[in-house]
């Protein structure tokens, strides 16, 4: 939660992330009920689906869309979850490989760099 950037935009849902974020204890036990039950049930709702893009142009010729390029905002609790999402995959990738060299270095074999 800490991770979550200020000053943006709000989502598709009209929350700011610094409402959540400076919510207090309660906002964030009913947000981790939330996300734990989607996490359980497997399904994220239809409504966190939904996204804005929003074009950011680039100097010289707007029409050229190859030198455009994009924002997009989404559902602020979604936008939570994918947090949770990518800080477990990251964490597992850093301990997998942590224990592949920790398990090449005890079998003698160095370490890729």
Known sequence: MRNLKNNKA???DGIHLELIKYGGIKLL???YE???QIWEEERIPEE???IIR???????DRPKCQKNRGTASGNAANKILVNIILEK???NIILEKYFVIHAMQLSGVNSPN
Not at 54 to 60: D, F, L
Request: charge should be positive; aromatic fraction near 18%.
């Open 29 to 31: 036990n009913r947000m």
């Open 48 to 50: 966190w689906k939904e």
């Open 34 to 36: 939330l996300i734990r």
């Open 54 to 60: 929003v074009p950011i142009y680039k100097k010289g």
């Open 10 to 12: 709000a989502g598709t």
């Open 89 to 91: 995959y990251f964490v």
